[in-house]
DNA sequence: GTGCCTGCAAAAAATTTGCAACACG
DNA sequence: CGTGTTGCAAATTTTTTGCAGGCAC
């Protein structure tokens, strides 16, 4: 098992090499918002990467987070969740999954592809809408909404 | 074929009943409000359903669309929709059905289940997640967007 | 009648924009 | 070095809230 410091240089380098394999310059903080969004699984919003990153980014503004996202999510390297009329947020693994969003204090899971068979795209649906990916939503009441808390 | 004023007329008596059913008071905002969305297909956001309600509403403000919307949600008449950092858009159809959302120009269409196969809640996930409803969303490009428009 | 709802205005929150200084490649 | 990016502040847009008067039941 690595240190968290070795860990944190290595993702920050592969975060690096994400971005200029995708055609975009590995500044500072766009390395620190890829690598940020690598390991929290809170799926936040654009206040709460602030928030997050600001220790060790004592300079980081709002709107680059805003942007930074903008672009992230236009090249693919992130994907941003639409929460059901609250704010934006945000989802930063490559890996393919889904969300369950609890109906009660709309806190969102990662759910593993594979529990439902999916359409392989490219397919194409009525209408001439052709399919690029397909998300699964599941509205769910949480073990801790269950459970009345 | 009924004309149009009895459609309405008829649609809004059946508004009314849905929102008694739920336990709530049938004031004129309310079935206005659920009345135009039983039919209008373009996902609108608060602000589009203040513009297309003003005509025959002029007094109907915008926050009570916002905590009309809010109430309707909660009690399943109505979904809101997370639109990917933009507003929100809500869907008013009672019929189930799934969204195509294009990643261009973010149009939303609606989509008939039955395209996929879908687990039929109740189900639980891991973690204790207990599922209410699922929802597809389709990551398309729209025709117009797919010919450059 | 009584309590839930509405409308207004104002506040708060979220997101976008303009622009000069800066840094990646 | 030049162009794409950042950070700041201010503007905009979206959503929420407080409260007095009204209306559904």
Redesign the pocket.
Known sequence: MNQPDTDRIASSRQAADRL?EAG???????VAILTALSTDRRHP???MLLESLRPG?P??????V???L??LAQRGLIRRLGAQ?D??RVDGTARDHDHAICRECGAIFDVDRGVLPRPSPPVTLPDGLHVEDVHIEYEVICAACGRGD
Chains 1, 2 share one sequence.
């Not at 975009?24 to 766009?30: D, M």
């Not at 300079?59 to 680059?64: A, G």
């Open positions: 200029r975009l310059r590995a500044t500072a903080p766009r919003s654009a206040e980014h300079s980081l503004s709002l709107s680059t805003y942007t930074t903008e672009v009329g704010r934006m």
